[in-house]
């Protein structure tokens, strides 16, 4: 069993406790020691000046279905990330019923890529054993929207009383065949269609688990406070771990509000409900160009979506409801507006020109209105596209990122295409721009929120922190130069500063450059 020393470096232990000088020895898949006179091992890194930090886990991942072709995820490693939550916003790979297969596929696509491969799987212990090793380790949810398509379909509808014990069996199950949790996104079909007494039912199961419900909010808009105290609200009443996906305020309507969110959630911890947070730290967000059409498009499934969108009728209906909204549906567009709604991602090399371009600039190229371009766009991926869209303040950026208590790092980073920078660039812009640059934080506290805090809300043991016995997932950055190179113009760039990477005691960035072994693991 190989020994890597880790020599002379600043010591961040993941604790938020005060930095520390030491050295660190990695034996074998663990920490062997970290202080003074340690022994002699097969090979020393000399960390003079730099800062050594257990590996990032990113609580908000969309690598389900691209690890099972790009098992290293060289935009995450690079980034010093160790640790992925996979199965986010409803929308996970299992299960999944084979005679769902296709369908569910097309419509998650914009979201987690479609790659040319065969789905063999069914079951949730069926998906996590087609997963090669990959580069970082998985801790993937089950969704939502799994669930719901498996027991009710795409119907816009209540589900019975029967249907919400059917769906909570297969939670059950799938939390027995390896899941760390359920994730649901009350934006996207089937499981906006959900009740509050089927949200809760859930919630309650998650409870029984002791695992955690991962929530994109049902609104992040105007209405984002009344969105979060409904959470609020199932947290306190199903004792249920309840986590906040990319939690925000979208929209200039709601911009100021970011105050507002933060203390929403303190009082909530305060009153004894388990509720937490993850952010990512940008003024735009990134989803699938499908989550433009209001939610009922959805119900038809995808061959009754490809019909819908070709019928005059149904696009005269479906217009004004994209530029105005509806009573319980935020829409990006009327939020962001077309000029600011950037297509990231397109299946067909006819349309690669889109990536990187505004709706609204696909629509004078295409002489066309923006809703036009949208349905073409659509059409023409078979639904296969993601988008960015620049929404949020950086004044509430900043102010959730200081949050107290609850608060953790998620990329949210959809890896085709023309991508989000995140994909690239979250944690070395953290370090370098919002803790070096500007102070917006102490460098303990932001390595925390990375690393110990999320292990504790996974019941992940023996990661997240550094100590002796300890797995070896260890970052070593330098603290005077780390900074992320992706930009929303060329996202796919690797940051700089990120030296070494090391996943249970293997090396997977050496000397910052990929050695592309896969020594993660599925966490469970």
């Known amino acids: 069993m190989s020994t890597t020393t880790i020599s002379g470096g600043t010591i961040v232990d993941g604790t938020g406790a005060p930095r520390r000088r030491a050295d660190l020895v990695i034996d074998g898949e663990r920490i062997g020691q970290i202080g003074f006179d340690v022994p002699r091992s097969d090979r020393v890194i000399d960390a003079t000046g730099k800062i050594v930090c257990p590996g990032f886990i990113d609580m908000h991942s969309h690598s389900g279905i691209l690890a099972l072709v790009e098992p290293e995820l060289l935009p995450k490693v690079h980034q010093g990330i160790t640790t992925e939550v996979p199965g986010v916003d409803g929308l996970a790979a299992a299960p999944i ?63 019975s009383a029967d249907e919400i014990r059917r769906m909570c ?33 859930l919630a309650r199961v998650v409870g029984e688990t002791d695992t955690i419900f ?26 249920a771990s309840i986590h906040i996906s990319h939690f925000k305020a979208m929209g200039k309507m709601s911009w100021g509000l ?9 009082a909530a911890r305060a009153n004894g409900v388990d509720i937490t947070v993850d952010q990512y730290p940008y003024t735009a967000g990134s989803t699938m160009l499908g989550a433009c059409l209001p939610p009922w498009a959805h119900a038809l499934g995808i061959e009754g979506l490809r019909r819908a969108l070709k019928d005059s009728a149904v696009l005269a209906r479906m217009e004004p409801e994209i530029a105005q909204g509806l009573p319980n549906w935020e829409s990006y567009a009327q939020h962001a507006g077309w000029e600011n709604v950037v297509v990231s991602s397109v299946e067909s090399s006819g349309n690669e020109w889109c990536a990187g371009r505004s709706l609204a600039d696909i629509a004078r190229e295409w002489q066309c209105t923006s809703f036009q371009a949208l349905i073409r766009l659509l059409l ?12 949020m303040d ?12 609850g608060h953790m790092i998620g990329t949210d980073g959809l890896l085709g295409g023309k991508p989000h920078p995140r994909v ?37 043991t023996d990661r997240g922190v550094l100590r002796a016995g300890a797995y070896a997932d260890v970052v070593v950055f330098a603290p005077a130069t780390v900074a992320d190179r992706a930009t929303f113009e060329d996202p796919r760039q690797f940051p700089v500063g990120i030296e070494h990477v090391f996943v249970n005691g293997q090396a997977v960035i050496s000397d910052g450059r990929p050695t592309r072994a896969t020594p993660g693991r599925v966490l469970n």
């Open 394 to 405: 950086q004044g509430d950026v900043d102010t959730l990122l200081t949050m107290e208590g």
């Open 169 to 201: 069996d297969l939670f059950r199950r799938s939390v027995e065949e390896g899941a760390s949790g359920l994730s649901t996104g009350l934006v996207y079909a089937p499981h906006a269609y959900a009740t509050y007494h089927e949200l809760l039912a």
């Open 380 to 391: 023409e991926e078979d639904f296969a596209v993601g988008m960015i869209i620049h929404m």
């Open 258 to 266: 970011g105050k507002a969110l933060r203390d929403e959630v303190g």
């Open 424 to 460: 690239y660039g979250t944690y070395p812009r953290l370090l370098g721009w919002y803790v070096r640059e500007r102070g917006l934080l102490p460098l303990e506290v932001l390595i925390h929120k990375a690393t110990g805090l999320p292990a504790s809300r996974l019941r992940i």
């Open 214 to 239: 991962a929530v994109h909010m049902r609104f992040e808009g105007a209405r984002v406070i009344e969105s979060l105290r409904e959470w609020v609200r199932i947290g306190g009443e199903s004792g």
């Open 97 to 159: 019923r084979r005679e769902h297969h296709a369908q569910w596929r097309a419509h998650i696509s914009g979201l987690d890529g479609n790659p040319p491969i065969e789905w063999r799987w069914q079951t949730f212990g069926e998906y996590l054993g087609q997963l090669p090793r990959t580069g970082p380790n998985l801790a993937p949810l089950t969704g939502h929207g799994n669930l719901r398509i498996s027991v009710v379909g795409m119907e816009n509808r209540p589900a």
